[in-house]
């Protein structure tokens, strides 16, 4: 083998190091919340819908007359990016709790969600903020409240979430849906778990399902 020969391919082993490195430094810090497997590090708060492992994905089901049910982190986070795939029936209503908490007494999940919902016919308010049991309704100010078609329906979707201090920002598909800053709901919540609801639905209709798939996690400084 000639000299410049050994040499390009000296070369392109370096390339090729560096760029695993690259790859390899860009994952670091990340956590998977769901291994796949069973439900693991998760707990169920509220309501009596189902969840299940199928799949790889955790699959969640309605149980006529149950209110709003939750899968949620037995850790709590404070700073966070969050990344996981969801797919929800077109009928079903969900969300993603996060910095949550269940209230003395009843035990009810409060705190921020971020909306989880098919586009339909009219569009959607999927990725906006909600003040889940929290009297406030949304989080989102009513002039930002605008439904979008960003869900692709009967699909899986791509969330990202970043909570940093009083700042939630929320992706889907890639597409920024909010930038809120609220420092009244930071106060309050600062820190919390990680829940995945099924909504509550009305007598006589269902079962309707949501899953999600590839749920990870990296705590900020």
Not at 87 to 106: F, M, P, T
Request: with cysteine; net charge neutral.
């Amino acid at each position: 083998m000639k000299r410049n020969q050994v040499w390009g391919l000296t070369l392109a082993f370096l390339a090729s190091l560096c760029l695993a490195g690259s790859v390899q430094a860009g994952e670091t810090g990340w956590v998977e919340l769901f291994n796949g497997k069973n439900l693991e590090g998760w707990t169920q708060h509220n309501g009596t819908a189902t969840y299940k492992v199928e799949d790889g994905t955790i699959v969640g089901t309605t149980s006529e007359g149950s209110p709003n049910s939750f899968m949620c982190t037995k850790k709590n986070y404070g700073d966070f990016e969050l990344e996981f795939e969801v797919k929800v029936a077109d009928e079903l209503n969900s969300g993603c709790q996060i910095r949550s908490q269940q209230k003395d007494g009843d035990g009810r999940v409060n705190g921020p969600q971020v909306e989880i919902e098919a586009s339909g016919k009219n569009g959607a308010e999927a990725g906006y903020v909600y003040g889940e049991a929290t009297g406030r309704g949304w989080l989102t100010p009513e002039d930002r409240l605008k439904p979008h078609k960003n869900m692709k329906d009967g699909e899986w979707n791509k969330f990202r979430i970043v909570a940093k201090g009083p700042r939630i920002q929320t992706w889907i598909n890639g597409k920024q849906i909010e930038d809120l800053t609220d420092e009244a709901i930071y106060k309050t919540h600062p820190t919390g778990f990680i829940g995945l609801q099924v909504h509550g639905i009305k007598k006589g209709t269902g079962p309707y399902s949501v899953a999600w798939k590839n749920i990870r996690i990296k705590e900020l400084d």
